[in-house]
């Protein structure tokens, strides 16, 4: 019998149901403070309403942060209450370097929609972006917890590593010698270090020992590299219609993603005619036979089965940290069920 | 005598200087926790390298911001000392919104130098101006104030008062019909709210009560639009050798500043010449001539006055707020001298 059997199937959507059910009406308050016109394009963003501002429902995202952040208050043994400004702060900043990031791209669709960008224009994004970044740290501020101000220090240095982690990957993008290494290095910060705040922010708010948080932000950053591996791996292999992104996209845009990081610097043959088709191929043609033959060449040269099983080593040393403190065991088993959720999902 | 006589010429820029003296070392201290990328890119951006590294000797700005807020503790009866992380981080978010005004405004030089996307692109822009927003938080959040959370709070707040006029900004440009009282509203959150905030923030550093707070957030607040609407008369009739932007630069990008915007809705005949000049011209083209008229027209239909007045009118208004409150009378001084030098600048 592995770990995962003992966790009932349905622990990990539900407990992020519960936290976005928890967090929308929270988060969806503090947007009210910002100018109208950031409001609406962040509730668009959010996946809230559509572009004319109509309310969809059933919308947004996964709400993993939201539920990490929840989660963390409850395992140090406060109400999931105390976590919400950590969870509503968390997925602000999450969003804010989206909307960045799909200005930084160019990236025209989003979840099966359209960017912000794309339908307001690269200023507004920008604005947009700049005016979640600055509410998240007022959510945490406004908290009544006597922690606030070590919450939203946390997350101020959060946000300084994933725009770290965001500024070598864009530097990544020019260079031909990237290593495994460093790659993983970058992932720690552009993924990593928003998950490793949000599984921490609650125990912090809840005023838990030094050591209790030190565990959850392994735990977080942990499960953070496990999720980029995940993407990565979804952003080759994933089916179109669940991802909502083009077949083999991340391959299209060349993309130096952790599994073809690794084929290239591992791979032998397959890696070398891999690094030819990345040089030569235009990134911006659609060339279906050079991307199907690009994701072959991956898979040969042992990216695929690398980044799998790198990711399951990922989620053990996550669930490896929560196992040295003492949590309340219920929220820790949920931890533990959306780590292997992640691992698990298939967009 | 006018109340301008009472202070002796030298004591603002003294002032200022002595605020960048102690601000540049703590924030070059600070800037040293960003990746090496945006960390170079901030240094040029605050005048301190050019664009290959290199230091320039008296670099930098005019430190107005930092002045405010060491002035600000002071006046509260704190040491200088107390208000630097709030120095610190008011300019750091000073140079976030210049940063991110130069990519949305498309805009190629700042003082006398290429702008940050000119040089990088605008991806290592927006990141950069991204990691100098989240550090300003870091910055406060590591002072060793007890009242270091309410301080964080302010300047959160004050970033999002900053973007909402940013964003009427943009939303005006599109509009024809915009009145002063709205163009001022606009001013009030794009310089007013950050010029109050830094007035304020040391004094909440150095634990001031209400009262205090208050009345040095309205002095910062008068001060802005003042700022402002000299920004604007400097945007038409500055000198070009002095202020580093081309002649009537406001005009040829068809900019609808207070005194364009008071021209265009009091000023009769004048008035309607200019809107329909603003109509017909086009704002990329040369046309030295058309400039010129358009300037002709804005004096005559009583802008370059009116925001000439109006600038002493909140300067006025600006002391006045200081003399209701208990406040060291050196550091009451200098702030007024602050006052009057701002009003009085040619750049």
Redesign the interface.
């Known amino acids: 019998m592995t770990a995962d059997a003992l966790l009932p199937a349905e622990a990990a959507p539900r407990a992020l149901r519960r936290a976005r059910d928890a967090v929308v009406p929270a988060t969806r308050a503090f947007l009210a403070?910002?100018?109208d016109?950031?409001a609406a394009i962040a509730a668009y963003h959010l996946g809230w309403t559509d572009a004319a501002g109509a309310p969809i429902r059933n919308g947004g995202g996964k709400a993993v942060r939201p539920a990490l952040a929840t989660l963390s208050a409850q395992a140090a043994g406060a109400p999931a209450q105390v976590g919400i400004p950590g969870a509503v702060a968390v997925e602000l900043v999450h969003n804010?370097s989206l909307v960045?990031d799909d200005?930084?791209d160019g990236d025209t669709e989003r979840r099966h929609r359209p960017t912000v960008w794309a339908v307001w224009g690269?200023?507004?994004a920008?604005?947009t972006?700049?005016?979640l970044?600055?509410?998240a740290?007022?959510v945490l501020?406004?908290s009544t917890s006597p922690h606030?101000?070590a919450a939203?220090?946390l997350l101020?240095?959060a946000?300084?590593h994933l725009?770290?982690g965001?500024?070598?990957d864009?530097?990544f993008e020019r260079r031909e010698d990237v290593t495994v290494a460093e790659c993983l290095e970058m992932v720690s910060g552009k993924t990593g270090a928003l998950l490793s705040a949000s599984a921490a922010i609650g125990a912090v708010l809840a005023g838990a020992t030094p050591e209790v948080v030190d565990a959850l932000s392994t735990f977080g950053a942990q499960l953070g590299i496990a999720f980029q591996l995940v993407d990565d791996l979804l952003g080759i292999w994933g089916d179109p219609e669940v991802t909502g992104k083009p077949v083999f996209s991340d391959l299209r845009s060349h993309k130096k993603s952790l599994p073809v990081t690794y084929a290239l610097t591992h791979g032998g043959r397959p890696g070398r005619e891999l690094a030819a088709w990345l040089a030569s191929a235009d990134p911006t043609g659609p060339d279906p036979t050079g991307v199907a033959r690009a994701a072959e060449l991956i898979d040969a040269a042992g990216g695929r089965d690398w980044a799998a099983a790198e990711a399951h080593r990922r989620i053990s040393a996550a669930t490896h940290a929560l196992a040295s403190v003492p949590l309340l065991s219920g929220p820790r088993e949920e931890l533990i069920a959306i780590a292997h959720f992640i691992v698990a999902r298939e967009a």
């Open positions: 403070r910002l100018d016109t950031s804010f960045h200005v930084m690269s200023t507004s920008i604005l972006g700049d005016a970044l600055a509410l740290q007022e501020l406004d606030r101000a939203a220090r101020a240095e946000t300084r725009i770290r965001q500024v070598q864009v530097a």
